[in-house]
């Protein structure tokens, strides 16, 4: 109920944005309704990013938010204007060596959140002051390992990261 | 479905002036849940918050602890001085949802969201939380123990923003904050309990065995009458009148009842097993 000759603008239904994505510049219109996980899949063809509960519970669509692990099937994609997102295509294969060697992956399908929360906790180690891996990676569900070879997995990445510092 | 962006609070409170129906949306924790597929999948718009950078940061005043109202769990689970002063909103925020979720949810939303088993809201009402409302020209605000009216609703008119989250300090020489769910993380509460004795006497709190999560008169005048306690079972008598727990797809209002006094009375023990 909008009232006649208000001076505000109308609400958008599409939005043109500006954001960072792994450390590039990227410019497009979204919809208002559009998630940053269709976004990365539909739009950018950056399927690394995963689907599987579409509501925040499994984690398999972590990305990083202004250096923040989110589900990006619970941003909407305008709020991410004028802001930095990373996601798994962003990250070395090189630094994936001590998940595979641990059996941190069997299907596949929880990885790509996995080794974004884990790689999030590998640059900020001085979180485990608080924390454990264990808590640090609650919001990632995996079906297959029973979480070890994930745990073990960026144990030795930490342990890694110290000997190389 | 459709958003307005305002550029400041003053916009934000001119938007909302104007048209009552908008949603308030922040870091999206639970409306995302049900976000439309497509704009054209209903008419209803959204009020974006999360722009309003000066809506972000949590301060310390000479009096309180103020969570802004983008003030995320992540926010208060980095600032060590909560802990410290705090212990049950850090306890709160580490237990909700899990990083991907404390990153996002703000304690506003999760207030306003008035859902029966919120941590956020057991832990700030333990703490005597006031809700900071704005609208077009005025501020109000109201004791968080006397916010919620009923199931899902609140006393915030449709044309107000819960713009802060007073917590007052204090010296507390008890805090409890429990919280049983299926799983450590990624659970909605079955029960949580919050408790916190101060100078002015007890706070009891209790989630999701109400329509709203709400404080346990019967069971803080229990308690400040130092009765000695002995089990769990002393505790029934006057938790029947302050909650009313029922069955749906989390739990049963018998197991509600009964974890709830032992949740409790473990939690207490040590102080209101013994004679003062």
Redesign the interface.
Known sequence: MTTTGSPLPAPHSAIGIDFTLNGEPVSLSVSAAERLLDTLRERLRLTGTKEGCGEGECGSCTVWLDGLPVCACLVPSYQVRGRRVDTVEGVAPTRLAPYLASGATQCGACTPGVVMTAEWIRRHPTLLATHTVRELMAGNLCRCTGYDGIVNGIAAALDADRERA | ?????PDTRA?AL??LA????LIP?A???DL??H?????D?HDR??L?L??LAELRPLRWTADALVLGALTTY?DV?TEPRVAMEFPLLAAAA?QV?????Q??GTWAGNLVNASPAADGVLALMAYGAVVVLESRGETEEVPLDEFYTGYRSMRRRPDQLVTAIRVPHGARDVQLFEKVGSR???AIAKVGVAAARSAAGWRVVAASVAPTVRRCPALERLLAAGTPIRGPDDLLPALDQDVAPIDDLRSTAAYRRATMARVLYHGLRGVVDSVR
Request: net charge negative.
């Open positions: 479905m459709s958003i307005v962006i916009e001119a938007r104007d048209d009552q129906t949306v870091g999206g924790t995302l849940v976000w439309p597929a497509r704009v999948d718009a959204y974006d999360s722009g992540w689970v580490r949802g899990a990083i991907q979720i990153t996002r450590g993380a990624q």
